[in-house]
């Protein structure tokens, strides 16, 4: 059975102050000349060259300290191709300015943190290991609500970052980064649920009609998830929003007997990102 369920979160970019304008300068269109070539203005002139610096002047302010958040960390941008996820930087954490890091494909790559939220409620008190942590935005918030997180990726300046940012968060002594292979670490690993994120191979993944499983990385999803069973039958696998849903449930029947599943669209502030599919006991079992 699907359960289609939306995730939205309204926010205000931050971006450039407006400086406030000359309060000597006047309207062209008000200045005169006086006998002695001055210029000069009636009373009504004045009170209305006031009025109009006074408009102007307020307006201005107010977008200045609407805006006035984003401009301390604009240099955090690490290319132009990051640039549009920079402008999303408190969907995708909402500390950010209190010090969170991220490299390049963590841009583009980290789950908005209200989608992450989600997840993690569906994971309340038990242990989850995240297979591919990233720069922890999933394992910062498995963190906050779980009762313990392993978090894996095969980068170690991913994993530092991931460190770093649970520290920002303030999450990070109730998780363990490990440094590793995630398909050479599975059998090893116990925990209740295995949480799957993995690469999409970058922004371009936009321009496929319909996604598929074989283009995962760094192996196919049917590899994926069956080196996720190994560890447990309760799996969370967060894909793109133009996956092929056929085979999101094709996964249901690596298992014998076949798994229960459940298949989400994820949305932020309107926006459609991605769909999440719970297996077993994390998929909702109403009607």
């Not at 095969?154 to 994993?159: E, T």
């Not at 069973?229 to 309760?234: G, S």
């Amino acid at each position: 059975m699907k359960n289609y369920t939306s995730f939205l979160r309204k926010r205000t970019i931050p971006g450039l102050s407006l400086s406030p304008p000359d309060p000597e300068s006047h309207p062209p269109h008000l200045a005169r000349t006086s006998e002695s070539g001055k210029p000069s203005m009636t009373g009504d002139e004045r009170v209305a060259v006031q009025a109009s610096h006074s408009r102007r002047f307020k307006k201005r302010k107010r977008v200045k300290l609407k805006r006035s958040r984003g401009k301390r960390r604009e240099h955090a941008i690490v290319s132009p191709l990051v640039k549009k996820y920079w402008l999303q930087r408190y969907q995708l954490f909402s500390k950010y300015d209190e010090g969170v890091k991220l490299d390049e494909e963590g841009w583009y790559s980290v789950t908005p943190e209200e989608i992450a939220i989600s997840h993690a409620e569906r994971c309340r008190g038990r242990t989850v290991i995240d297979c591919f942590a990233g720069v922890g935005g999933n394992a910062i918030q498995f963190a906050i609500l779980c009762h313990h997180v392993v978090a894996i990726d095969i980068d170690p300046q991913k994993i530092a970052l991931a460190f770093h940012n649970a520290k920002v968060y303030g999450v990070a002594d109730r998780i363990d980064f490990v440094v590793g292979d995630f398909f050479q670490l599975a059998p090893s690993l116990k925990g209740d649920i295995a949480y799957l994120s993995p690469p999409w191979g970058g922004p371009s993944y936009k321009m496929i009609q319909q996604f598929n499983l074989d283009l995962l990385k760094p192996k196919d999803g049917y590899s994926v998830f069956q080196a996720a069973q190994r560890i447990t039958p309760n799996i969370i696998m967060f894909l793109p929003r133009n996956m092929d849903l056929n085979q999101v449930e094709e996964l249901s029947w690596l298992s014998s007997p076949p798994l229960h599943v459940e298949i989400e669209e994820n949305y932020v502030d309107g926006n459609f990102k991605g769909i999440t599919a719970y297996f077993s006991d994390v998929a909702s079992r109403q009607a």
